[in-house]
């Protein structure tokens, strides 16, 4: 079974930045890739980027130049900076990490989420 624990949402203006964190624990073996997923209120929960065992990422049109993500393998953790962050960007995140990753997340556990909240 593998834990994760996503860190670093809050409050930011529009325009500010901020930096996402989630940390596997457990049987962290089994992980092939980790990604980030959001999910505002009344909207379908959407894959915001996903990164690969070998470093591969794939990104949502809405998010590309803004965000990047990336892991540190030595400390099991898949983090994500977001700049220019804008009104539609608010939700909860959450991180997957799954054992396969072919249309989204399969065989995956996933973190309880971190609020993002964009206002000024």
């Known amino acids: 079974q593998v834990r994760l624990v996503e860190s670093g949402g809050g409050l930011v203006q529009p325009g500010g930045s901020l930096r996402l964190s989630c940390t596997a624990s457990g049987s962290i073996f089994s992980i092939s890739a980790m990604g980030w997923y959001r999910q505002a209120p009344g909207k379908q929960r959407e894959l915001v980027a996903h990164?690969?065992?070998?470093?591969?990422?794939n990104y949502a049109d809405s998010v590309k130049g803004r965000f990047t993500i990336s892991r540190d393998d030595a400390k099991n953790t898949v983090s994500l900076p977001m700049h220019s962050l804008h009104p539609a960007d608010p939700a909860v995140y959450s991180c997957?990490?799954?054992?396969?990753?072919?249309?989204?997340?399969?065989?995956?556990?996933w973190g309880q989420g971190t609020q993002v909240t964009v206002s000024s």
């Open positions: 990164i690969t065992s070998d470093s591969s990422t």
């Open positions: 997957p990490a799954a054992s396969r990753w072919r249309n989204g997340p399969e065989a995956a556990s």
